[in-house]
Every structure is written in C-alpha cells, then in structure tokens.
C-alpha cells in the first residue's frame, strides 16, 4: 500500500511539474516575440544619389526607346483639340536635352528631399505637390503656345520618389535624432528654475555662519 501511495505522488508531482511549464512556456514566447525590433541606421547621401540615378537613367532611357513618343503627340493631339483648340505651336521643346537636365535635377532633388525629412505625410505631400507642378506646367506653357510633354519628367520623377520612400521607412533617418534649436530655445522659456532657486535660497540662510556677538565668552 505505501508503495502504491508513493507511485502515485510521483505522478501526481510529475503531472504539476509538466503543467507548470506548460504555462511557463508560453509567456516566454510572447516576452521574446513582444520585444520590438529596431529599423537600422541610414544615411541620406548615398542613397540619394542612388534614387536620383536610378529614376534619370529609367526614365531616359525609356525615352531613347521611343516609348512615350506616342503619349507625346497624343498629348499635343488632346491639346489642339476641344477644348483648348490650341494652333499649331509655334516653339516646340522637342529638344530632349532640356528634359533631360530637368529630370536629373527633379529626381536628385526630391531623393534628397525625401531622406532628409523626418515624417510620412510630409514625404507624401513632396511628390503630389512636385507631381501636381509638372504635370500643370504643360497646358500653362501650352496657353503661351509652347508644346511640353511632361512624360519623361514625371516617370523619373515618380520613380526615385518610390526608393527613396521605400528605404526611408525600412531605415531610421539621421533628421529623426535632430531637435531643432527654436525647440531648444522654446523648452530652456518653459522650465521653471523657481523651485530650484528657492532651494538654494534655503541651503544658503540654513548654512549662513552665527553672529559671533551672539557666543558666550
């Protein structure tokens, strides 16, 4: 009877010892898959330069391919056509030169622009404000009877503003650990020193030497 006693306190043990960990177990898990997981450290030269090259080069070579030739006179059909009947323009940019020095400019500009700001919707707001002016600047020179196709600009645009944007939220950026010195000035206005200074104050009158006419002889 003792050993049957025994056998079963073993057992019964045995049965908390594996419930215990069973619950154990689990929480461990959940504190290692809770810890949070840091975006590493990026930079904003570098890949700026990336991102800018990337979309010129896409986007002119695409040009030299002739794939936005057709966009192009549809475009300028569009124009002459209800409701801007728009004649026959008597200065064409048809140069791709000049296009082309503007992509270089735009796609290098806003990479950088893009790495070098701290929040989402500010990036965001870049492109449709930089998109919204080049996509508008062909019907204004078009009032002055001046035929722009803002195609080539726009692709290499749209498309360093993609890798710039897709590495500035895989990277924590060097302009997130910058306060900027109005803020500086702004937090030193709204300390309060008082208390501090009441604090000296006291040490100073509790620490103050005894008037030696006071002291017996």
């Known amino acids: 009877m003792e050993s049957n006693s025994e056998h079963i306190s073993e057992q019964s043990d045995e049965q908390t010892l594996t419930k215990s960990q069973s619950k154990t177990r689990p929480g461990i898990?959940?504190?290692?898959?809770?810890?949070?997981?840091?975006?590493?450290?990026?930079?904003?030269?570098m890949p700026a330069l990336i991102c800018g090259t990337v979309g010129a080069v896409l986007t002119i070579i695409l040009a030299l391919i002739g794939i936005y030739g057709t966009l192009d006179l549809s475009l300028k059909e569009y124009y002459m056509a209800k409701p801007f009947y728009m004649p026959e323009p008597s200065l064409s940019i048809s140069s791709p030169v000049w296009s082309w020095l503007l992509v270089v400019a735009l796609t290098f500009g806003i990479s950088f622009a893009v790495?070098?700001?701290?929040?989402?919707?500010?990036?965001?707001?870049?492109?449709?404000?930089?998109?919204?002016?080049?996509?508008?600047?062909s019907p204004v020179l078009m009032l002055w009877e001046v035929f722009w196709s803002p195609v080539?600009?726009?692709?290499?645009?749209?498309?360093?503003?993609?890798?710039?944007?897709?590495?500035?939220?895989?990277?924590?950026?060097?302009?997130?650990?910058?306060?900027?010195?109005?803020?500086?000035?702004e937090l030193k206005e709204k300390t309060d020193f008082s208390p501090l200074l009441e604090q000296e104050s006291d040490l100073e009158e509790n620490y103050k030497p005894k008037d030696q006419s006071s002291c017996p002889d």
């Not at 726009?154 to 650990?177: D, K, N, R």
């Open 29 to 45: 898990k959940a504190e290692s898959n809770s810890t949070p997981k840091t975006k590493p450290l990026g930079d904003v030269l």
């Open 152 to 185: 080539t600009v726009f692709v290499g645009v749209l498309w360093s503003w993609i890798c710039a944007f897709i590495y500035s939220c895989q990277h924590t950026m060097p302009c997130e650990f910058l306060v900027p010195s109005k803020l500086k000035v």
């Open 115 to 137: 790495l070098d700001t701290d929040k989402q919707w500010c990036r965001v707001m870049m492109i449709l404000l930089l998109s919204l002016v080049v996509i508008l600047a």
